[in-house]
């Protein structure tokens, strides 16, 4: 497995690229902006693109969908139910952007080549926030970050909903790689010892 990360787009989201390299098949994750430079790695790379996954619905994760989509017309796009109309008024509604949008939810899981993408339900960001889990992985979105979470004052956000998403994340056996949706990497040990808000989620009842 070899995860390639770009920042894309004037907040510098993070676009990430996953792959099974043995098989030579990968998905683009959060592709907020930058086609264009998302095709050139992906031309460098050589894997096919089987998926474009999507954390949640809100324009700075979504912006490059179109145009990716229209390179790459085998791409299986999906996102969840709650967000694929856009995750509050004032963001970029996918839905009706790109042919075919697929739904994806709580439980679901992805094969790419011999690797097993699965779905976690981690509202509080948005309403249809996920974390995509794969392997040691955790691909987080807006919902946990190095060092603090995404924000809950935009339309459908909720801080008792992140929360409980936070407690479930910290909550999984094992130790991760954490790939958030903007800003540094970092570990799911790391962040149970530094992260105040995560040892907040982890306190409460």
Do not use: W
């Not at 739904?103 to 899981?109: L, S």
Request: glycine fraction near 14%; charged fraction near 20%; aromatic fraction near 6%.
């Amino acid at each position: 497995m070899k995860v390639t990360r770009m920042q894309v787009g004037l907040i510098g989201t993070n676009c990430y690229i996953l792959e099974d390299e043995a098989a030579k098949k990968a998905a683009v994750i959060d592709p907020g902006d930058e086609a264009e430079r998302i095709l050139a790695t992906l031309n460098e790379l050589g894997s096919e693109v089987e998926y474009i996954l999507l954390t949640h619905g809100h324009y700075d994760h979504t912006t490059g969908v179109p145009a990716l989509y229209k390179a790459l017309p085998g791409a299986k796009i999906y996102i969840h139910q709650a967000d694929a109309y856009g995750a509050g008024s004032r963001l970029f509604p996918l839905a009706g952007e790109v042919d075919g949008l697929r739904n994806y939810g709580e439980g679901d899981t992805l094969p790419l080549g011999g690797l097993t993408i699965e779905v976690l339900h981690t509202p509080g960001h948005s309403p249809g926030s996920v974390t995509l889990k794969v392997g040691d992985v955790l691909f987080t979105g807006d919902t946990l970050f190095c060092g603090s979470m995404g924000r809950t004052d935009l339309a459908g956000g909720s801080y008792e909903q992140i929360m409980d998403s936070l407690k479930r994340l910290g909550s999984l056996e094992g130790n991760f790689h954490v790939c958030p949706g903007h800003d540094m990497l970092s570990d799911l040990e790391r962040e149970r010892k530094q992260n105040p808000f995560l040892r907040e989620a982890m306190a409460g009842d």
